[in-house]
């Protein structure tokens, strides 16, 4: 199959650049905690990490592909993908995601614009890689919380991971049932050997390529990563947060648990753990309380801050309305799974 060159589109990336520094201007001059110093180390250098990250991924998915290493990178979760109908080609995005969902998206955008993979297993291979995000953020937070909240925090961590598996179970089963058997599967691959003159070849077509696909990316990435830096420093996600834990909190969680949640939903990640540890240490909530406050804490508080870290990312590296209705789904169906475990939880314990 000839590869299509994507033509960079320099004039898109220069009218991307004047729209984001405009929108950075009004930024500075409308809200007085951004300044030229936090703009630097709170937006510049996690932009350019995300554009580095974004930029592995579209490199490294076009030379596993013209390299024949996908079946090597993917060999740890090929029965899984063998089941789900997903091919070596997810399995390596798979397996890239241990270690960066960017470029594990990258290389999915790679083999989705070369026509090697359809859109199902793009959705569906993302979907299933909050398998590996989840496991990437666990030693982070695992170590943290567990010696605040004791049991109930190793509760809350099970009940977390279930759901994951549970997604990802039935996400390789649609697959199964739903996908065709993909064409590597059927046929029997050529042993690929790299000599010096294939190598230099994977690395000019690589070359070509590239600075299109980049471009394309960046034209998104640029305006809408700063446009959401800009509104979260407003405080527009804090609002948020503090309105949606006014409304959970008198409706649905114990009022004796109120700061656990409003903490967990405004101040950072592990203050609600710390809260709930201190109201447990006291006696004035229980472990069944603590963890249902956590959880929904984890429904609440996520898609939000999905939107505020995820949404230019995926916009960028997709498109506005596959990114979008990806990162959506993809927090529907991972907000159904905590919320099915969690009512199982609470009924049966």
């Known amino acids: 199959m ?12 220069a009218i991307s650049l004047v729209i984001s ?3 950075l201007l009004c930024g500075i001059y409308l809200v007085e905690s951004l300044t030229f110093v936090t703009v630097f180390k709170r937006l510049f250098i996690p ?4 554009l580095a990250f974004i930029t592995l991924g579209l490199a490294l998915g076009q030379y596993l592909e013209l390299s024949g290493l996908t079946k090597k990178l993917s060999i740890l979760a090929r029965p899984l993908f063998r089941f789900g109908k997903l091919g070596d080609r997810c399995g390596s995005a798979f397996t890239t995601a241990f270690v960066s969902g960017v470029a594990a998206n990258g290389m999915l955008l790679e083999f989705y614009q070369d026509e090697k993979i359809s859109k199902k297993q793009v959705y569906l291979t993302n979907f299933v890689n909050q398998l590996p995000a989840y496991f990437l953020h666990l030693p982070t937070t695992f170590f943290i919380v567990l010696p605040l909240t004791g049991s109930a925090g190793l509760i809350y961590f099970c009940i977390t991971l279930l759901a994951t598996l549970l997604r990802v ?22 042993k690929i050997e790299e000599s010096a003159k294939e190598k230099r070849a994977v690395w000019q077509s690589i070359r070509k390529k590239l600075p299109g696909r980049i471009t394309k990316v960046f ?5 809408i990563y700063i446009f959401i830096y800009v509104v979260n420093a407003a405080g527009l996600f804090k609002f948020l947060n503090s309105a949606l834990s006014g409304f959970i909190v ?5 009022v004796e648990s ?18 709930a540890g201190a109201l447990l240490d006291s006696g004035v909530i229980t472990v069944k309380q603590t963890v249902i406050a956590l959880l929904t804490g984890n429904i609440v508080a996520f898609p939000i801050r999905a939107i505020r870290h995820q949404l230019p990312r995926y916009i960028g590296i997709f498109s506005p ?6 990162l959506l789904m993809g927090q529907f169906f991972r907000i159904s799974s905590i919320i099915f475990v969690g009512v199982c939880y609470y009924f049966l314990f």
Do not use: N
């Open 169 to 190: 179970f039935l996400f390789l089963l649609y697959g199964h049932l739903f996908l065709a058997q993909p064409e590597e599967y059927c046929l029997h691959s050529p």
């Open 321 to 326: 309305k596959m990114g979008t209705g990806m």
């Open 21 to 23: 520094f405009i929108i």
């Open 47 to 50: 932009l350019v990490r995300l």
């Open 250 to 254: 008198t409706r649905v969680v114990p």
């Open 2 to 13: 000839k590869q299509r060159r994507i033509k960079p589109d320099y004039r898109g990336v």
């Open 258 to 275: 109120l700061s656990v949640v409003i903490l967990s939903f405004v101040a950072e990640f592990t203050s609600g753990f710390a809260a």
């Open 219 to 223: 034209i998104w990435i640029f305006p």
